[in-house]
């Protein structure tokens, strides 16, 4: 059970980001990645459609023999989670919950800010998450629509990216928060930016919270790989694989064998 390896899905090149941190917690676990290309985005699909695409993306996985699933989507996290970890006998994991859990653990003025895509934000997942935590937290919370195209592009500098930090962070500034989660697993890659543009605010990247997250679960159960072995990675999409190449190479700084389909 130990040698099995991680299984992580999205609908897309977003999940790289997690596979990324996991990777550097966990240098000796081999993965197993699924992007469901096919029918990306999962965010504008109904919530039953979602929860239908997630409980196949992960069956996937788990026919790949894997120890546990991490939904590496905050679409499926947002929706679906609670089906998925009543649906497979393996510990299942979401974005959301960690970086929740990281967010509550280091606000001092209880004010904390969320940043995703309009789906996730419209979800209120985070919110509700938090207020179970901690009540007397303030929650402010704003999608930003462009910053996943700007990152598909490759477009992480410049003045498009500034213009765009400032159009959707500038309200964030007057609130007086300290803590803000990136809660869309493409915005990793504008963390600096992010953290320029909000100066004193501590940023929560969801990507390598659960990747944290993971890691204390296998310990837990006794399921870490042994150390010292080399580990393999695998990817599996559900479409077209020259775009996510592209892409993956821009999100994990190296060229990926080609993923099968």
Request: glycine fraction near 6%; aromatic fraction near 8%; charged fraction near 30%.
């Amino acid at each position: 059970m130990k040698d099995k390896p991680i299984g992580i899905f999205d609908s897309g090149v977003g999940g790289l980001t997690v596979l990324r941190e996991v990777e550097k917690l966990l240098p000796f676990e081999d993965i197993v990645y699924f992007g469901d290309t096919a029918r990306v985005p999962y965010g504008s699909k109904s919530k039953s459609t979602i929860i239908k695409f997630s409980r196949e993306s992960a069956g996937f996985l788990k026919r790949k023999r894997v120890k546990m699933i991490v939904a590496a989507c905050n679409t499926s996290s947002a929706l679906a989670l609670e089906d998925l970890k009543k649906s497979f006998n393996i510990p299942v994991l979401g974005v959301i919950e960690a970086g929740v859990i990281r967010a509550v653990a280091v606000t001092r003025k209880k004010r904390i800010a969320v940043i995703g895509t309009k789906s996730t934000i419209k979800s209120n997942s985070y919110q509700k998450l938090i207020a179970k935590k901690n009540k007397s937290i303030k929650v402010y919370s704003k999608s930003c629509p462009l910053f996943v195209p700007l990152v598909e592009e490759g477009v992480l500098n410049g003045r498009i990216v500034k213009e765009a930090m400032k159009m959707y962070l500038r309200s964030l500034n007057d609130k007086d928060i300290d803590v803000i989660i990136l809660g869309c697993t493409h915005y990793p890659l504008l963390k600096h930016q992010i953290s320029s543009y909000l100066k004193g605010v501590v940023v929560i990247d969801s990507a390598k919270e659960v990747a944290g997250y993971a890691r204390s679960i296998l310990k837990s159960k006794n399921l870490l790989s042994p150390k010292s072995r080399k580990p393999k990675v695998e990817f599996y999409l559900s479409d077209e694989p020259k775009e996510f190449v592209r892409l993956a190479k821009l999100f994990l700084g190296r060229k990926i064998p080609n993923p099968k389909i």
